[in-house]
């Protein structure tokens, strides 16, 4: 609720759409030890809560294909993690729904390709579609971001969310835990506006050391309005 209220004030103060995205339950998790939620109702009804509270549009994402509907009473629209795009139950029920979709490109797969992920919701009756990059596997332990692909997805006809803190994970450590390179947010941030991303995704937190998942690829919740004050001024550069 603090995460919210604090991105809700600087977002209008600076006048750019916002959508509060977080997780009901963590299902892609390194290891078994790792935090996964606090229960699917209570989490979603927490989301709920932001929704009428703060007057914002709320997305999460979802894992199985019958976790869509029940989501899909709680929040504006759905996400397809990354590593579930290619999944095509999970991307008819959530097309189902009738909320908008956003489908994350998996880290093995080209911006082409994405087409076909796209075309599933589409073909399922469901034309409200977003896609993000979100970086490519280089190796076992590191990702990299082929800003290439912003403009190829653009093409395919879907508006282009650059996620510019899960694309610097280092995944796979040996210690259970992703890593990231979080100095380099702002940098990925500008580079997908100058190559024409539609928006931005960015986790956040007051103190990241102490967030329960992602917390080593976020921008500390202090820094977000400097950033986007830049953001802002590229855009209107360009």
Do not use: W
Request: net charge positive.
């Amino acid at each position: 609720m603090d995460i919210a209220a604090t991105l809700k004030e600087i977002t209008t103060e600076l006048k750019i759409p916002f959508i509060f995205k977080a997780s009901y339950r963590k299902a892609n998790r390194t290891s078994n030890t790792s935090f996964t939620g606090i229960g699917d109702i209570k989490a979603l009804e927490i989301l709920q809560e932001i929704r009428s509270t703060f007057k914002v549009p709320v997305i999460t994402d979802i894992h199985l294909p019958e976790e869509a509907a029940l989501a899909a009473k709680y929040v504006d629209m759905l996400q397809i993690p990354a590593f579930l795009c290619r999944q095509s139950d999970l991307l008819e029920a959530a097309a189902r729904t009738g909320k908008p979709v956003n489908i994350k490109k998996g880290q093995f797969l080209s911006a082409q390709s994405m087409a076909f992920a796209a075309q599933k919701v589409k073909e399922a009756g469901n034309e409200n579609i977003l896609l993000t990059e979100r970086g490519t596997f280089l190796g076992y332990g590191d990702l990299v971001v082929d800003f290439r692909s912003i403009p190829i997805m653009k093409d395919l006809g879907y508006p282009v969310i650059l996620d510019c803190t899960h694309s610097l994970q280092q995944p796979n450590t040996g210690h259970g835990v992703t890593g990231g390179l979080p100095q380099f947010i702002g940098m990925m941030a500008k580079a997908g506006i100058v190559t024409g991303a539609n928006g931005i995704f960015i986790e956040t937190h007051p103190n990241p050391a102490k967030a329960l998942s992602d917390g080593a690829n976020m921008l500390p919740l202090k820094d977000i309005k400097e950033l986007l004050i830049s953001l802002k001024k590229i855009q209107a550069a360009l």
